[in-house]
């Protein structure tokens, strides 16, 4: 079978929620991980009688996402009840907007420059948890349930099937993290639920104009679950093109331990969710001057921080990829060349040793383990020849565990490069008479094995003799 | 005269002239309930305890000197539909038997602020379905008219109390007319507010862009007092309106004299009883002595609004009514998987009108059968409000019977869904348009030969939160009527101390 001839036709629906300090329709906290149903309220509980109320934050951040994401906005907008019953959706009905989204028509733009199309971006609110004493509902003794998350607001991002392979996908789930993660809208995080990716993929001969049939994927919980399913479901339903097979119009579960997808439920029998406009809700009105106050207050998002570093800061393209990955860590470079720090250096300090020690630490961008200021400050020291890059590493880690300024560090631990010619003068001497051999080879013209005496020198004075001046002196000592 | 015959406006005033207690005035309605509510039943719960504390609250503040509200005292009787903290809310239906609010409704906590005593919860149809409040899983209210007869619905349980002097004041709640039916039919007046005028937040949901709460009031001049304390907007409720709340009770002696009044020739059309014709004719004849230019108009879909209401209320309820599923309150079935407990719980928890509207409601909204019935029904609505528009742009109110007939006889009606969906055909298209109407009483009618005389009501429609020249129409129509209907009303009720007492009848509604 030849892969080559099938081709890959993917979308997605991304929900992120939106990061509100209440809910999308009342004014719980919307706090993850507190004592279950406490952050509820008759709204989000569902009980009789209970109103919801638009929060104007969500609708602003809504409206920040579709900006960042270059929708257009629609200034009239409508939400409206999906009707299903489910023990975890109070009110069984979700409010969403159907009809009349938010915002439509924007695009991420991949590396290759290949716009992947969003087809529209709504808001909807979240239901609460289940667990289940047991696999699932159906065959469970019983289901405990947490309200706490009913309500939050959440964004629906659909792109229209413009992804043709797990890699783009998962450069569109990147770009789009990123981006609104800049844009200061959602946390984004998939393991914690923040960023929850559906797919719709499907498979066709290439040159087909017909779609073929698309199959839902669920249960995707990181990006390496995207990729792997998506490889998948391509070799599964390719397979089945070739067989002259029909493929079932179905929802699909991926199995992250096996490796697989398994058929949840087909399609054809889908539920008929009976939307019809919340008569609760007026119509979401919104005006230009508004839109444009939301657009003035957009941060600035990644492409741009990336096109600022490289042409103005002259960073690598790498570098400033790299750099960008957070918000927190461009804030804490930008912070660092604030304080006159020189781009590259302390481009390769942040990509070096901090990110290695944060990587083994398990911490988060929004805990960098120095202060810009510090961090700046060591450079200084490295650049005034105070003490040596290799001692900084050093300083550095000491910096990270105690949060002291590196010149305090450098003072109490005595880590000052030696550079006064009498202490140095003591150990070149000293050296010299210990390696008789390797001076006389040196003096015979084997230039190589000074650095083995500089290297001698620098072990005695526990790396602190400032080596530039060691070279000099070495050569000055044995030839004259 | 005993304190509960004052009226309401009289024992406020002598509660703040301290000439009375808010605790003798709860003393005496109390004693009231005690001798007609084993006759009526108009009553799902009575809560003696709390709103004896309540009265006592009233009486320390006015021996503070303190202002008590503009209520004073007054007991207010609730629909149970209404959420009151830490009292049962039934809406008479078995599935929500036994649960207790915990929370407030935003009418409540401006009744309460404003000085209510609230007295208990009131009997109505199931979730507010019906137009006779024979659709309660606890039993049917009686008219104080006629015990064999319904008091209208589905507020029939407010409007009986206020009718029988077991309270001054109620609140109901107003779909397609479930205030000013029952106000016709037990003679007493209703009040059904601008859609957005008084906040929906708290009132168990029905049709959610038709609901509307209103108050009941042995007097326009009562009604008028209660809208003014739960009226305005309301950060729960998106759809209240943010305009000032005007005084209402001082807007009542505005000059009638000048407005123009339209009677629609197509609703006229559908008033089946000759009796309830002849006396809104005289009504006609005492408001154009008023001074009022009565002429004939037309709103031409009248005739689609029945059908458009029997869309668009059902549909929304179908989902409003979801939510009572088992899962987190109310009524649990007990069952072995969990859509068993979905049926079980929903079949066994809900009445048989109730699940008819669902049912009916489910199907307008399903695939398929949206564009034909719940937008096309939609459409329509529109063309019912630009009616109304039209007509109020030459009228300064419409005119018409509240209902078409006077109350029918317990058990009449109810096993036929369309001739008691008939009773609510002047009052739907005034929710369809979302504007305000009173029902003020207007006369009597005696459908049988031997049997009592029965009120009927004065329905006077007004443009969008004109709620101050309907009232103040309302306010003369009624000084002009009340030398010869205030008697009949209190010899009704003295009757009433003389009846028997009846058994609680509870219709097999499964
Ligand atoms: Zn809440």
Same mark, same amino acid.
């Given at each position: 079978m030849s892969e080559t001839q099938y081709e890959l036709n993917v979308g997605l629906e991304v929900h992120v929620e939106l990061a509100t300090a209440s809910k999308m329709f009342c004014r719980c906290k919307t706090k993850f991980g507190d004592p279950p149903n406490t952050n509820v309220c008759p709204v989000c509980m569902g009980l009789p009688g209970a109103l919801p109320v638009a929060n104007e934050e969500a609708v602003r951040l809504g409206v920040m996402a579709a900006l960042a994401l270059n929708c257009r906005v629609n200034l009239s907008s409508r939400f409206d009840r999906k009707n299903y019953f489910y023990p975890d959706l109070p009110k069984a009905y979700q409010i969403s907007q159907f009809e009349e989204p938010l915002a439509v028509s924007g695009y991420v733009e991949l590396a290759s420059g290949k716009r992947i199309r969003i087809r529209r971006l709504h808001l909807e609110e979240d239901a609460g948890k289940s667990m289940h004493a047991g696999d699932d509902i159906t065959t469970a003794s019983y289901s405990l349930l947490d309200y706490n998350r009913s309500g939050v607001p959440l964004a629906?991002?659909?792109?229209?099937?413009?992804i043709s392979s797990p890699e783009e996908a998962?450069?569109?789930?990147?770009?789009?993290?990123?981006?609104?993660?800049?844009?200061?809208?959602?946390?984004?995080?998939?393991?914690?639920?923040?960023?929850?990716?559906?797919?719709?993929?499907?498979?066709?001969?290439?040159?087909?104009?017909?779609?073929?049939?698309?199959?839902?994927?669920?249960?995707?919980?990181?990006?390496?679950?995207?990729?792997?399913?998506?490889?998948?479901?391509?070799?599964?339903?390719?397979?089945?093109?070739?067989?002259?097979?029909?493929?079932?119009?179905?929802?699909?579960?991926?199995?992250?331990?096996?490796?697989?997808?398994?058929?949840?439920?087909?399609?054809?029998?889908?539920?008929d969710y009976r939307y019809f406009p919340d008569p609760d809700l007026p119509r979401l009105e919104l005006d230009e001057a508004f839109i444009e106050s939301v657009q003035r207050a957009m941060p600035r998002l990644p492409n741009q921080v990336v096109d600022f570093y490289v042409n103005v800061l002259g960073l690598p393209k790498y570098d400033a990829e790299v750099l960008t990955v957070d918000p927190n860590l461009v804030k804490f470079f930008d912070r660092?060349?604030?304080?006159?720090?020189?781009?590259?250096?302390?481009?390769?300090?942040?990509?070096?040793?901090?990110?290695?020690?944060?990587?083994?630490k398990g911490l988060s961008y929004d805990t960098i383990p120095v202060t810009p200021e510090n961090l700046v400050a060591m450079l200084g020291l490295i650049k005034d020849g105070v003490i040596s890059g290799k001692i900084a590493k050093d300083v550095l880690?000491?910096?990270?565990?105690?949060?002291?300024?590196?010149?305090?560090?450098?003072?109490?631990? +005595?880590?000052?490069? $030696?550079?006064?010619?009498?202490?140095?003068? /003591?150990?070149?001497? *000293?050296?010299?008479? !210990? %390696? &008789?051999?390797?001076?006389?080879?040196?003096?015979? +013209?084997?230039?190589? $094995?000074?650095?083995?005496?500089?290297?001698? /020198?620098?072990?005695? *004075?526990?790396?602190? !003799? %400032? &080596?530039?001046?060691?070279?000099?002196m070495l050569r000055e000592k044995i030839l004259s | 005269m005993e304190i509960w015959e004052l009226g309401a406006k009289n024992i406020r005033e002598q509660v703040l002239r301290k000439e009375i207690s808010a605790q003798e005035v709860l003393d005496s309605f109390l004693a009231r309930t005690a001798e007609v509510e084993p006759k009526i039943h108009a009553y799902i719960e009575l809560i003696e305890p709390q709103a004896r504390l309540d009265a006592a609250r009233v009486d320390a503040l006015i021996m503070r000197g303190e202002d008590p509200g503009p209520l004073a005292g007054l007991p207010v009787a609730l629909k149970d539909n209404l959420n009151l903290k830490g009292?049962?809310?039934?809406?008479?239906?078995?599935?929500?038997?036994?649960?207790?609010?915990?929370?407030?409704?935003?009418?409540?906590?401006?009744?309460?602020?404003?000085?209510?005593?609230?007295?208990?919860?009131?009997?109505?149809?199931?979730?507010?379905?019906?137009?006779?409040?024979?659709?309660?899983?606890?039993?049917?209210?009686?008219?104080?008219?006629?015990?064999?007869?319904?008091?209208?619905?589905?507020?029939?349980?407010?409007?009986?109390?206020?009718?029988?002097?077991?309270?001054?004041?109620?609140?109901?709640?107003?779909?397609?007319?479930?205030?000013?039916?029952?106000?016709?039919?037990?003679?007493?007046?209703?009040?059904?507010?601008?859609?957005?005028?008084?906040?929906?937040?708290?009132?168990v949901a029905f049709g959610s862009s038709l609901d509307q709460i209103g108050p009941f009031g042995n007097s326009v001049w009562d009604c008028?007092?209660?809208?003014?304390?739960?009226?305005?907007?309301?950060?729960?409720?998106?759809?209240?309106?943010?305009?000032?709340?005007?005084?209402?009770?001082?807007?009542?002696?505005?000059?009638?004299?000048?407005?123009?009044?339209?009677?629609?020739?197509?609703?006229?059309?559908?008033?089946?009883?000759?009796?309830?014709?002849?006396?809104?004719?005289?009504?006609?004849?005492?408001?154009?002595?008023?001074?009022?230019?009565?002429?004939?108009?037309?709103?031409?879909?009248?005739?689609?609004?029945?059908?458009?209401?029997?869309?668009?209320?059902?549909?929304?309820?179908?989902?409003?009514?979801?939510?009572?599923?088992?899962?987190?309150?109310?009524?649990?079935?007990?069952?072995?998987?969990?859509?068993?407990?979905?049926?079980?719980?929903?079949?066994?928890?809900?009445?048989?009108?109730?699940?008819?509207?669902?049912?009916?409601?489910?199907?307008?909204?399903?695939?398929?059968?949206?564009?034909?019935?719940?937008?096309?029904?939609?459409?329509?609505?529109?063309?019912?409000?630009?009616d109304f528009?039209?007509?109020?742009?030459?009228?300064?109110?419409?005119?018409?019977?509240?209902?078409?007939?006077?109350?029918?006889?317990?058990?009449?009606?109810?096993?036929?869904?369309l001739a008691m969906y008939a009773a609510d055909v002047l009052t739907v298209p005034v929710n369809l348009a979302g504007i305000p109407a009173l029902s003020v009483?207007?006369?009597?009618?005696?459908?049988?030969?031997?049997?009592?005389?029965?009120?009927?009501?004065?329905?006077?429609?007004?443009?969008?939160y004109d709620e101050e020249t309907v009232l103040a129409l309302g306010y003369a129509f009624e000084e002009a009527c009340s030398d010869w209907f205030v008697p009949k009303t209190a010899a009704m009720r003295k009757s009433l101390s003389s009846q028997e007492e009846c058994e609680v009848v509870v219709r097999d509604t499964i």
């Open positions: 629906e991002i659909v792109s229209e099937p413009d998962r450069e569109y789930l990147e770009k789009m993290q990123r981006t609104l993660r800049f844009a200061g809208v959602s946390d984004v995080k998939m393991e914690e639920g923040s960023m929850r990716v559906d797919c719709n993929v499907s498979v066709r001969r290439k040159g087909e104009a017909q779609m073929g049939v698309p199959v839902e994927l669920k249960n995707l919980s990181s990006f390496r679950a995207v990729t792997r399913a998506l490889a998948y479901e391509y070799d599964r339903q390719s397979r089945l093109i070739e067989q002259g097979k029909r493929i079932a119009r179905e929802t699909r579960h991926w199995d992250e331990d096996k490796g697989v997808t398994v058929s949840l439920r087909a399609k054809e029998s889908s539920q660092c060349v604030e304080l006159g720090g020189e781009p590259k250096p302390v481009s390769n300090w942040l990509m070096g040793d901090i990110m290695a020690y944060m990587n083994a880690i000491k910096m990270f565990e105690t949060g002291k300024a590196p010149g305090d560090i450098v003072k109490e631990e +005595g880590l000052e490069q $030696v550079s006064d010619d009498a202490s140095l003068s /003591v150990i070149v001497d *000293s050296v010299i008479a !210990a %390696n &008789p051999e390797v001076v006389a080879q040196f003096k015979a +013209g084997k230039d190589k $094995v000074l650095g083995f005496l500089v290297g001698q /020198v620098m072990k005695a *004075s526990k790396g602190r !003799a %400032n &080596p530039a001046k060691v070279n000099i | 009292v049962q809310c039934t809406c008479a239906s078995r599935i929500l038997e036994g649960y207790i609010s915990p929370y407030d409704a935003t009418a409540v906590k401006k009744l309460r602020k404003a000085g209510a005593v609230f007295t208990g919860k009131t009997n109505c149809d199931e979730f507010a379905m019906g137009s006779s409040t024979e659709n309660s899983a606890f039993g049917v209210t009686r008219n104080p008219w006629d015990l064999q007869r319904v008091p209208g619905g589905s507020s029939g349980g407010s409007a009986a109390a206020v009718a029988a002097g077991m309270a001054p004041l109620s609140l109901g709640s107003d779909t397609g007319g479930s205030i000013r039916q029952p106000a016709s039919f037990t003679g007493v007046c209703g009040l059904k507010p601008t859609y957005g005028r008084v906040s929906r937040y708290g009132l008028a007092l209660a809208l003014e304390a739960i009226a305005g907007e309301d950060p729960r409720d998106g759809t209240t309106s943010k305009r000032p709340v005007p005084r209402y009770t001082e807007g009542l002696k505005r000059p009638v004299k000048g407005l123009v009044a339209g009677v629609p020739r197509e609703m006229m059309e559908l008033v089946t009883d000759p009796g309830v014709r002849r006396e809104f004719e005289r009504a006609l004849k005492i408001i154009s002595d008023l001074g009022v230019t009565v002429v004939e108009t037309s709103l031409p879909t009248t005739e689609y609004c029945l059908d458009v209401y029997y869309i668009i209320a059902p549909s929304e309820a179908s989902s409003n009514l979801a939510r009572f599923d088992g899962v987190r309150y109310g009524r649990r079935a007990k069952a072995r998987d969990l859509d068993e407990m979905y049926y079980e719980t929903r079949g066994q928890g809900f009445g048989i009108e109730v699940q008819r509207r669902i049912m009916l409601g489910t199907f307008a909204l399903s695939a398929g059968y949206y564009d034909a019935y719940y937008l096309r029904a939609a459409r329509i609505r529109t063309l019912v409000r630009r528009d039209k007509a109020f742009a030459a009228h300064d109110v419409l005119l018409s019977p509240t209902a078409p007939m006077v109350a029918f006889k317990i058990g009449e009606r109810v096993d036929d869904p009483p207007c006369g009597f009618s005696r459908p049988d030969e031997s049997g009592p005389e029965l009120p009927c009501g004065l329905q006077i429609m007004g443009k969008p």
